[in-house]
């Protein structure tokens, strides 16, 4: 991404880390939890596979129906991301099965969660504050209820 679109990613880590990233050492399996505040989201998690050499490696949680949209839904639903269908009960069991298979990769997964599901709008969170002060939940000032 940083080659075509002028991004700059500025990460602020441990001295360890910093030296792992450098020599593109990364050696464990990681969940990334993220906001999804915009459509360029992935990009950024993205250029950061990218720089440590895991980027073949980064799976995901995507919505279900992600998964028929042509070309790029087809690429997902054949290299392993992981689709739900937003029904705990189902998902519970598609989630650890697919955990399961991913972590006996022989080499370093990264799986993607953006716990909100969806892009932070100013609409969206003036119904998820309306939605906290209905339900007796705390109102966010930058993440959904």
């Known amino acids: ?10 990460i602020y880590c441990s001295r360890d880390l910093q030296d792992k990233m450098k020599k593109r050492e990364v050696d464990e399996h990681a969940l990334i939890l993220m906001n999804h505040h915009t459509e360029l989201d992935w990009l950024y998690t993205w250029m950061m596979g990218d720089r440590l050499g895991v980027l073949g490696n980064c799976r995901a949680f995507a919505k279900d129906s992600l998964k028929y949209v ?6 997902w639903a054949m290299s392993d991301m992981i689709f739900l269908k937003r029904d705990w009960e189902k998902d519970q069991v598609t989630m650890m099965n697919s955990i399961n298979k991913l972590l006996d990769y022989p080499s370093t997964i990264w799986l993607l969660l953006f716990p909100e599901g969806t892009r932070f709008t100013k609409g969206k969170h003036r119904a998820s ?4 002060a209905q339900s007796g939940f705390p109102q966010l000032e930058h993440h959904l209820s």
């Open 1 to 10: 991404g940083d080659w075509w679109s002028g991004s700059k990613i500025r």
């Open 70 to 75: 042509p070309v790029i839904g087809w690429a």
């Open 129 to 132: 504050l309306e939605f906290a």
